[in-house]
């Protein structure tokens, strides 16, 4: 992802700071294209499960697989005529506890909603971290220490305080023994409605890090005035660990178990093109208006590090092992309070 003269600004990436990094939404039309192998199927009637509405535009980039399936008429082939809406986070998560939302991707931050009793399952992974911390170029903050007093007294940018940049940071703090607890005061976190205005008091000397969704970190390292500190796509404490997800709706779950299956299966095959074709997924994301992107050699770099699960390696990951850290990672922090053990065991469910 390192590379010089990165122009790639996804525009609806600057301003999803209030919502989850799978799970924000920005755009309200199925991307624009007109010409996609979906709508050019017949009416619902023809399609097993018939119309089903997808909360998916967003403007990310790592949303690709569900623009895919969409675009590829992987939906249509598993039996949906889908429909992709743009739904904030409480939306979805409403939408998910009714039954109104059958099918979502998103990051831990709706494990907190799962212990409030929103009704969803984990049914399986969908792709490694899409959020970096960043730090000034000349700063020699280290990203792992022994020494926790070499971090304490930090300012830290993030989205929101509770949001999943906020719980990255939390999460790297604690790891490296110092505490994330505001009451602790041994750091202080910092909100940005804009990641480019996080990014300017980064330069400025107001924070000290910013955590930061992509592609922002890439961009800002490649200007020279920042380097990345931690990408949690390969770095400890997260690397080889899932930290997006597929949810389900457990009422649409329990009643029609197949059309759950069936969307999986679609967003899988998506995967796997995505994986095999990763120009010719770009090309229909830029047509089809789903996000913006001015390099593509940056964006098929951050597309590869994702490694997307595919039909063949469903399975070989432990999802439900990643739920399992992030919700100890999540207790440690205080943002869930029951026991971790329990609390996965009743959101993961495999489809097997």
């Not at 930090?154 to 719980?167: A, M, N, P, R, S």
């Not at 197949?258 to 120009?279: G, S």
């Amino acid at each position: 992802m390192k590379k010089q003269g990165i122009t790639l600004i996804l525009a609806t990436a600057l301003a999803i700071s209030t919502l989850t990094g799978c799970g924000n939404t920005q755009s309200t039309n199925n991307g624009g294209n007109t010409d996609s192998a979906q709508e050019s199927s017949s009416a619902d009637g023809d399609y097993k499960f018939g119309k089903i509405d997808i909360p998916a535009l967003d403007g990310s980039l790592c949303g690709a697989p569900i623009y895919i399936a969409y675009e590829k008429g992987f939906f249509a082939e598993e039996g949906i005529n889908a429909n992709l809406t743009a739904a904030d986070f409480e939306t979805r998560k409403i939408g998910l506890n009714n039954g109104n939302v059958p099918f979502v991707n998103g990051d831990f931050q709706f494990f907190s909603s799962a212990e409030q009793g929103i009704d969803m399952k984990v049914i399986g992974g969908m792709h490694y971290g899409c959020i970096k911390l960043v730090v000034r170029s000349d700063s020699d903050l280290p990203a792992t220490t022994s020494d926790p007093e070499a971090l304490k007294g930090l300012k830290i940018g993030v989205d929101e305080v509770g949001g999943t940049t906020f719980q990255v940071a939390s999460v790297w703090l604690e790891e490296n023994g110092v505490s994330a607890k505001q009451e602790k005061g041994e750091a202080t976190f910092l909100p940005y409605s804009d990641g480019n205005l996080e990014l300017e008091a980064l330069y400025n000397g107001d924070i000290d890090v910013a955590a930061i969704w992509d592609p922002l970190g890439d961009i800002a390292e490649a200007s020279g005035k920042a380097k990345v500190l931690v990408d949690i796509s390969k770095d400890a404490p997260f690397a080889g660990k899932y930290c997006c997800f597929y949810y389900a709706s457990t009422k649409v779950l329990n009643e029609n178990p197949d059309e759950i299956k069936a969307l999986y299966n679609a967003v899988l095959k998506a995967q796997k093109w995505i994986n095999e074709n990763p120009e010719e997924a770009l090309d229909l994301i830029v047509k089809g208006n789903y996000s913006e992107v001015e390099d593509k050699e940056l964006a098929k770099k951050l597309i590869a590090d994702y490694e997307y699960e595919t039909p063949e390696t469903e399975g070989s990951h432990d999802v439900k092992g990643d739920v399992l850290y992030f919700a100890k990672e999540l207790k440690n922090i205080g943002y869930l309070n029951g026991d971790p053990s329990e609390f996965t065991e009743k959101l993961y469910q495999s489809l097997k």
